[in-house]
């Protein structure tokens, strides 16, 4: 398919990265002031694992994507993908926010070139290509010379996981990235997120706290506990994929596993009371 910027962009050779092991292995970090977050936290994600991690507000789920990243760095402990000790410039890290975080003077297109153009691997012609590619994965190949303010929060939204995928991360790492959006379009960013992903074969550590979102996209969930903590418990989600909204969320096992999630929840926030 030719579109008007006169480039196949759908048929873009998309560069496979293998998926990413990761090990965090007995971290601990505090903040300067003395808040602790983590003691001794560990966690491992399988390559092409789908890992959800829930926990109630102030938990630290930020703090930990931060310290997956290399934005921050423990005190103590190692964070390595595929062996190597995690830095931010890793070409393997794919970084979703909770929101969009566009640039608002910047086309569509032109935000999801960016990460390209630092990255400086390909020429300017190859970098509208992929970013065409993966607008076009995303279904906004059409929105390419619109500015943000004029897209849908959903569609900010789906720019800013192009923009992700674009660099072709091994680790895709998701903050809360739907947590703003209507209940309808939130659902059919969950289908759209796990049909990437299930092309894309990336490593994912999505965070939310929210249970059914949690369940419709994990091979995994694991529940953190508030600060500073490490893991209250885990659940593995034994659900044929592909998942589907109306087929998945109204299965028998997914209901027991959101009754299961919620009382791990409760767990968490009733044993913190006197920290809330
Ligand atoms: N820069 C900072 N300095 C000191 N404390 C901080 C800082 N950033 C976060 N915190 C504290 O660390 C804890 C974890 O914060 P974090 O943002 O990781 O939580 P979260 O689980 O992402 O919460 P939410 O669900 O509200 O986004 C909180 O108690 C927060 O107040
Ligand atoms: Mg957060």
């Not at 196949?8 to 601990?28: E, F, K, M, W, Y």
């Not at 566009?102 to 032109?110: A, G, I, M, R, T």
């Not at 289908?191 to 419709?216: K, N, P």
Request: aromatic share 6%; net charge negative.
């Amino acid at each position: 398919m030719t579109n008007h910027h006169g480039l196949t962009g759908a048929h873009s050779q998309a560069v496979q990265r293998p998926a990413a092991a990761l090990s965090v292995d007995s971290i601990n970090f505090s903040y300067p002031n003395g808040h602790e977050v983590f003691r001794a936290f560990s966690l491992h994600a399988k390559p092409g694992e789908f890992i959800v991690l829930l926990g109630p507000s102030g938990c630290g789920k930020t703090t930990l994507l931060n310290l997956l990243s290399g934005f921050q760095k423990p005190a103590s402990g190692t964070i390595t993908i595929n062996g190597a000790p995690v830095r931010p410039e890793m070409p393997e890290l794919g970084y979703v926010f909770q929101s969009p975080q566009l640039f608002p003077w910047l086309s569509v297109l032109e935000n999801v070139r960016f990460g390209l153009r630092m990255q400086n691997r390909l020429n300017a012609k190859e970098q509208t290509e992929k970013a065409l590619h993966y607008l076009a994965l995303v279904g906004l190949d059409q929105a390419a010379d619109k500015l943000p303010y004029q897209l849908s929060g959903g569609m900010q939204q789906r720019v800013s996981l192009a923009r992700a995928l674009a660099l072709e991360p091994a680790l895709l790492l998701m903050d809360e990235p739907f947590a703003a959006l209507d209940a309808i379009t939130r659902n059919n960013l969950n289908e759209e997120t796990l049909r990437l992903w299930s092309e894309l074969g990336q490593t994912v550590v999505f965070i939310t706290h929210d249970i059914d979102e949690a369940i419709f996209l994990a091979d995994r969930v694991v529940v953190l506990e508030i600060a500073p903590g490490g893991i209250h418990s885990e659940l593995a989600i034994d659900i044929s994929r592909p998942r589907t909204n109306l087929d998945t969320r109204k299965l028998p096992r997914f209901v027991e596993y959101r009754t299961a999630l919620m009382e791990e929840i409760s767990d968490v926030v009733h044993a913190n009371l006197s920290v809330l």
